[in-house]
């Protein structure tokens, strides 16, 4: 069954502090995986996409890798910003009904 | 350019009424996609619209969701009968070709039935 695991569920974390969110998923076969920034009240925004021969790539303060080997992403993000504050969603292409695969996101709160 | 646009941005109707939600894809975009998004769950597929091939209803939780779409322009997402459950937000995203395109996300419409 493909799926897509994304840890932890929710971070609160302080302004100007690192963090990695993690994604893990069994989708098969593999096409694609990206990063969404999904505010609050808002429509899903991509910040990363990366196909299988890509490890990483950055995005300003944002940086996505990916372990095709291990089915791993990570998402870091340095320094972060009060505007950080939002749902980040793993989404891997190759799998789903409409070929995409969902994870449940990962909410991010960052106190000033 | 102009991005995705959905409206209306908030919808409000009483259980047992028909509603129609509208997404204006992106000019060009031969792929559109509807999506529903509970309170505090993830993003859930409904339909999928790929050029002129025959759409995905496979993520349509019931008879009572159909889509339609306009050639490669405006899509409607029709519930009829709704029930309480079908309040969520319901998101609307194009792209142009398949699964290597990014999708941008319209800002979705908000749907209460009381």
């Known amino acids: 069954k493909n799926q897509v695991e994304q840890s932890p569920q929710s971070l609160i974390i302080l302004e100007g502090k690192n963090c990695t969110l993690q994604?893990?998923?069994?989708?098969?076969?593999?096409?694609?995986l990206r990063w969404y920034k999904q505010d609050t009240g808002r429509g899903p925004v991509s910040l990363t996409i990366m196909t299988f021969s890509e490890n990483t790539k950055s995005n300003g303060r944002y940086t996505a890798t990916l372990d095709a080997d291990t089915k791993q992403s990570s998402l870091h993000i340095t320094a972060s910003q009060l505007s950080d504050s939002a749902s980040y969603i793993c989404?891997?292409?190759?799998?789903?009904?409409?070929?995409?695969?969902f994870g449940k996101g990962t909410h991010l709160i960052i106190q000033p | 350019g102009a991005g995705v646009s959905q409206s209306p941005s908030n919808k409000v109707t009483e259980k047992g009424k028909d509603v129609e939600l509208r997404c204006d894809p992106i000019s060009g975009h031969t792929a559109l996609y509807w999506y529903r998004q509970r309170l505090g769950q993830g993003l859930e597929f409904l339909i999928y619209?790929?050029?002129?091939?025959?759409?995905?209803k496979s993520g349509l939780p019931s008879d009572r969701f159909s889509a339609e779409r306009t050639g490669e322009s405006v899509s409607t997402l029709t519930i009829q009968r709704t029930q309480q459950e079908d309040s969520a937000v319901y998101l609307c995203?194009?792209?142009?070709?398949?699964?290597?395109?990014?999708?941008?996300f319209g800002p979705g419409t908000r749907l209460l039935v009381l």
């Open positions: 995203a194009s792209s142009y070709g398949l699964a290597v395109r990014t999708q941008y």
């Open positions: 994604c893990n998923y069994t989708v098969s076969p593999f096409s694609n």
């Open positions: 989404v891997v292409s190759g799998g789903g009904a409409d070929g995409l695969t």
């Open positions: 619209f790929q050029g002129n091939s025959a759409p995905d």
